[in-house]
């Protein structure tokens, strides 16, 4: 079963950027993979995802700030977040867009002055 291990998050100004990062231990060229949050007291939801194909799309609420992007060769996605806001505070994580395998530990992105 492919682990996905998040990394990259941290504390942030509003305002300001992150890159995050999704490793997998093996390969995930063959499917979409997307970007999820959680923010205490929500609902996960999908903010990005990004298609076998390369096609990508984003939530409403993210959409021009976020950036989705992968490299198969290192079996590695991304998440560019710029002009980050408080509301983006949450636990991110990767995993598959449609039938999400095992989840990872995700990894905290806290926007606050």
């Known amino acids: 079963q492919v682990q996905l291990v998040e990394s990259g998050g941290g504390l942030v100004q509003p305002g300001g950027s992150l890159r995050l990062v999704c490793a997998a231990s093996?390969?995930?060229?063959?499917?979409?993979m997307g970007w999820y949050r959680q923010a205490p007291g929500k609902q996960r939801e999908l903010v990005a995802y990004?298609?076998?194909?390369?096609?990508?799309n984003y939530a409403d609420s993210v959409k021009g700030r976020f950036t989705i992007s992968r490299d198969n060769a290192k079996n590695t996605m991304y998440l560019q977040m710029n002009s980050l806001k408080p509301e983006d505070t949450a636990a991110y994580y990767c995993?598959?867009?449609?039938?999400?395998?095992?989840w990872g530990r995700g990894t905290q992105v806290t926007v606050s002055s």
């Open positions: 995993n598959r867009r449609l039938n999400p395998t095992s």
């Open positions: 093996g390969s995930s060229s063959t499917y979409d």
């Open positions: 990004i298609t076998w194909r390369d096609t990508t």
